[in-house]
């Protein structure tokens, strides 16, 4: 059973552009949604996270969308830019499990 | 301040041979853990570690093995290596895992069972 749903699988969005990945989960007692991304021959590193008791993050052109009820959460690249093409993974945790369950990643394409 | 070292960056094995990956962070992190990336999959939890002398199973635990025996250092073996654990691994640590904090990855070890 996966319990963290991320679609879609790839995306290409022109420089300037919007991107938005989506991640859909299962288990309600998830209390964190971090966002990962992944740079070729690079291992992933933090972008962003967010907590369910607010219903969106901003830091920069990256936001996190959050919707508790539909038990979803996006990531939204505003002005996105080929340095952004990169594997995006959304996870969720919940305190005291010890550990994250992945999405299965989106690869974003930024063209020029 | 290396963060999260990972050793080695590449190795090619042949079925049934066995090898060690070792992991070493010098952040002080009490939760170290191994997972494995195969392409569309995502990043899958092997095993964990939630302190020195602790291991737990994570997702995909079958045809590995784990030690902690140092906080720092974190070892990932396969007994007997088969093709279908031809993977990259990434080996992260985090502060605390029960307060939900920032996962710190290494740079991967890219592994072929041939």
């Known amino acids: 059973q996966q319990q963290v749903k991320q679609s879609p699988q790839s995306l290409i969005v022109q420089k300037g552009g919007i991107s938005i990945i989506n991640c859909a989960y299962e288990n309600t007692a998830f209390d964190y949604f971090p966002w990962y991304q992944q740079f070729p021959g690079k291992g992933p590193a933090l972008l962003i996270a967010?907590?369910?008791?607010?219903s969106e993050k901003k830091e920069g052109r990256f936001t996190i969308s959050f919707n508790k009820s539909a038990k979803q959460f996006s990531l939204h690249i505003m002005d996105s830019q080929p340095g952004d093409s990169a594997t995006y993974f959304c996870a969720a945790s919940r305190a005291n499990a010890g550990k994250s369950t992945f999405g299965d990643g989106t690869t974003l394409t930024v063209k020029p | 301040n290396a963060g999260v070292t990972q050793t080695p960056k590449f190795r090619v094995l042949k079925t049934g041979q066995s090898m060690t990956l070792l992991c070493a962070q010098d952040?002080?992190?009490?939760?170290m853990y191994w997972y494995r990336q195969d392409p569309g999959m995502g990043l899958r939890l092997i095993h964990y570690?939630?302190?020195?002398?602790?291991?737990a199973k994570g997702e995909v635990p079958d045809g590995y093995n784990v030690s902690r025996l140092k906080k720092q250092n974190f070892l990932l073996g396969l007994e007997s290596a088969a093709p279908s654990q031809t993977s990259v691994y990434f080996c992260?640590?985090?502060?605390?895992?029960?307060?939900?904090?920032?996962?710190?990855f290494g740079q991967g070890t890219r592994l072929t069972v041939v």
């Open positions: 570690s939630v302190g020195e002398g602790t291991t």
């Open positions: 992260a640590s985090s502060y605390d895992g029960r307060l939900n904090t920032e996962a710190f």
């Open positions: 952040m002080n992190h009490e939760y």
């Open positions: 967010i907590r369910p008791d607010v």
